[in-house]
């Protein structure tokens, strides 16, 4: 599909802006490639410029119509934004089903705006270790904002959004969904919190509900302010953009921005080290079929298995 | 809380099917603590007996109800149950906000049912590494079928609900949902779909566009059968238990059961050898005071990071 690969000319065609080269290197960190690294190597001194914000939240509550307001916002004010969408890995999803982007095309011709769907097929680690990079290249691209939208509410989509400078969590109005909320674990990493489809019925309840919920938890420096949107008609938009400025002034001046992500950097250092780790591992477990017949047979448990191979995979060289 | 901890003894009594032991083991599991691979040693060889069916789907679509007509209908045959609940480790959701474990009220002082809600504070790996020891306890502890249900429709969630014998997928009516669902990568793991609350507007629209999706995916040599519950009044639980007996009798024929458990194996214990690593490469960090400098200021890559305390931590001993 494409020549082969001059990776000098590629990162500085993106370091210009040109969003072909930009969309090339990100389908680079989608698919795996092993010149990753080199990739990391080449962009990192450039970054570290743009303000990261997460966007989580159920299916359906609004999240791509709430980036898109949010786009148009940050687009008044001539900054330039990327956008990633992290779905899974999914066989159906893979292109045909992306329905709800389609809110964001009036972006779409917006050469200060780009916008990219990405899966994680092939990536060790999914998107935990993809999305760090595919935000360090639309950093060091220039743009002012990287919006990092995930789909589903679970463990890995919370850590993903979280691992941003700020994390909005949208909700739509229900009952018990701030219950539910409380249970995926994703109170304690928003910042920011937003009741979308805010002219439907039970919104203010559970408003409400979130901030009584909030006042359970154990006490932060910063208080998640709780704002009520109508994405569709861009109501509340700019106090969600205001909220989202004031907890960024919060970290800057006490230092937790830069603690945040010198934590963040860390933790993909220390996933990375693991997924190569377990690299080494799977081909240790190659050479030792009978330790697969052993499991099988349950004559050794997981834990010994993995102490052996371990042991294996650290003399491997 | 307890005395000194004697294994063995607890071993035993957790294989008599004490539930005291048996939820002081999974404890242990959920606390990460030291000993957890004695207790997979001691119990691995007395494995693999129960049929274990993972629940998943997002959060309100009455997966606990579900859990709970299943309950009914295993325990009419006299069968020993174990359910896990699977909860993201949460502050919030940190035993008080268990609300719809309510649903399962009814089985609680059932001495053939035991019913644990987890969650996964300080486990390295989070639940996809808790999971699997917590359900060799209750197999182990005897019991003939294990459910593992997962909250919110996240990569990790769907990853431990596929982790079991047969996935059962449970969705309510709801315009989009289906591809929702798609978009959460939940498709291509369901063994069996669910539309619960059938009795409400658009289940069968729910189910077609189900089906019309599923004709639409990857073909695969079991087609997902699409059921309509009311789990509340326990409508159409018999023919979920009849799908789930029927792809069982699938994967046991083509000898597909054995090969889903070495899959599973496998991946369990090239998990547990990556963890292993992240624990020598965060202590390698720890004696690195430099490179966090060197990252932060952007002078070097997480990726070259990586490759140096891979480096370190191999040779660490």
Avoid: C
């Amino acid at each position: 599909m494409a020549g082969p690969l001059d990776l000098d000319d590629l990162v500085g065609r993106a370091r210009d802006g040109q969003p072909r080269a930009v969309a090339r290197l990100l389908s680079l960190v989608e698919d795996a490639h092993p010149r990753v690294a080199e990739i990391a190597r080449a962009l990192t001194p450039h970054t570290g410029r743009a303000r990261v914000v997460g966007l989580t939240g159920p299916p359906g509550v609004g999240k791509s119509t709430s980036t898109s307001a949010l786009l148009t916002a940050l687009r008044a004010e001539g900054k330039r934004v990327g956008v990633l969408a992290i779905d899974p890995s999914s066989p159906f999803s893979g292109g045909a089903l992306l329905g709800d982007r389609i809110r964001m095309t009036e972006h779409a011709t917006d050469p200060g705006v780009f916008i990219r769907s990405m899966a994680t097929r092939g990536h060790l680690g999914g998107m935990a270790l993809a999305a760090p990079e595919a935000v360090r290249i639309l950093d060091a691209a220039g743009h002012d904002h990287v919006i990092v939208e995930t789909v589903g509410v679970g463990q890995a989509e919370v850590d993903v959004a979280a691992a941003t400078d700020t994390t909005v969590v949208v909700l739509a109005p229900g009952a018990g969904d701030a219950v539910q909320m409380a249970k995926a674990g994703i109170l304690e990493v928003a910042d920011v919190f937003i009741v979308n489809k805010g002219d439907r019925d039970g919104a203010g309840e559970t408003a409400r509900d979130l901030r009584q919920m909030l006042h359970m938890g154990v006490a932060r420096d910063w208080s998640p302010p709780v704002l009520t949107t109508t994405a569709t008609s861009r109501q509340g938009v700019d106090e969600l953009w205001s909220a989202v400025a004031a907890h960024r002034e919060h970290l800057a001046a006490g230092g937790g921005l830069e603690a945040k992500r010198r934590q963040r950097l860390r933790r993909e250092v220390e996933s990375l080290a693991a997924e190569r780790f377990r690299v080494r591992v799977a081909a240790s477990f190659d050479d030792a079929p009978s330790l697969a017949d052993d499991l099988a047979a349950r004559r050794v448990d997981p834990y010994r298995a993995a102490a052996i191979l371990g042991e294996t995979a650290t003399a491997r060289d």
